[in-house]
């Protein structure tokens, strides 16, 4: 597989974060098995979301036609927007909240449904919500969305935030007089302000939460740099273990062809001196026989020589 497939992605970032890691690794293990180095590495680079990114990008993976309806509200909100038509944002606004409302609601049963996903009480709804308003803003975190690639939640400061200017209506190159805000106006405008500092308290404390995760993520990493040392070093010790262990395997055998070697020069001496020892024996009874031959000889010719002519 020349890239990783949109499959193994969207299996990887519908994983539960604190389990990324380890199935990461586990495709980078499959691909370098499977004899493909450029996938495992692209598969490597891939990085963890957080908890408020991953509950987004299971909402995109497993409910996709729910985001397509947020990108298609977005268009419309632009377009009322371009078009400065106040009644029709208004309306888009209130189905912005409702749209957004129900999908943190879907993404709080997406969650419920993991068995690893964080309880509900510390899912991180809030930044969702916010990242879901952001989308339907800014096209680059919407096609994040849409991808099921996010990594961290964002925010926007949303519509509202930048006050309009008052509207005059020219007729016939007559000037008519501000048009007056009507009372639902000065509602949705409190609204926004209480949105506003709504929001400014969650980027506080979402920019706390931010830090200590922050000083988390260093230790952790820290930890992760030692137990990375620990893991080379016992690879390596592993490694000269295991030529060790060749080594002296070579040598047992090349030791035992020896030992066979000497052992048929063993059996084959053995049978040498058995047949010198049966050769020594039959030259010793050979060298008695002719031994007590030349005795009787000897005695013989003593005799003839006693019993001769004596002379007058």
């Known amino acids: 597989m020349p890239d990783p497939s949109r499959e193994l992605i969207q299996r990887l970032y519908a994983t539960p974060p604190d389990r990324f890691v380890a199935a990461r690794d586990a495709a980078v293990a499959e691909a370098r098995r499977a004899g493909d180095p450029k996938t495992a590495r692209e598969i490597g680079k891939l990085r963890r979301p957080t908890v408020a990114a991953w509950l987004v990008n299971l909402l995109a993976i497993r409910r996709p036609e729910l985001v397509a309806d947020l990108g298609q509200l977005a268009e419309s909100l632009r377009s009322a927007q371009r078009e400065l038509r106040g009644n029709r944002l208004r309306e888009l606004s209130a189905q912005r909240r409702a749209v957004v409302g129900a999908l943190v609601a879907e993404v709080r049963k997406l969650a419920a449904a993991e068995p690893d996903a964080p309880p509900a009480g510390k899912l991180p709804l809030g930044e969702v919500e916010a990242t879901l308003n952001a989308a339907l803003s800014d096209t680059e975190v919407a096609g994040q969305i849409r991808a099921g690639r996010l990594l961290r939640a964002t925010h926007y400061a949303g519509f509202g935030e930048v006050p309009r200017p008052q509207l005059r ?36 404390e979402r920019a706390k939460r931010r830090r200590a995760l922050d000083r988390e993520l260093a230790r952790a990493r820290a930890d992760q740099d030692r137990a990375e040392r620990d893991l080379a070093g016992t690879v390596r010790a592993e490694q000269d273990g295991a030529a060790t262990l060749d080594r002296i395997e070579t040598e047992l055998a090349e030791l035992e062809r020896r030992r066979a070697v000497a052992e048929q020069e063993l059996s084959r001496a053995k049978l040498a001196r058995r047949g010198a020892e049966r050769s020594v024996s039959a030259a010793r009874r050979r060298t008695g026989e002719v031994e007590a031959a030349v005795e009787a000889l000897a005695a013989e010719e003593g005799d003839v020589a006693a019993g001769g002519p004596q002379a007058d």
């Open 169 to 204: 209506l020219v007729t016939g190159g007559v000037e008519e007089p501000p048009v007056p805000e009507r009372a639902a106006e000065r509602a949705d405008a409190r609204r926004a302000r209480d949105e506003r500092a709504a929001e400014r308290a969650a980027r506080a």
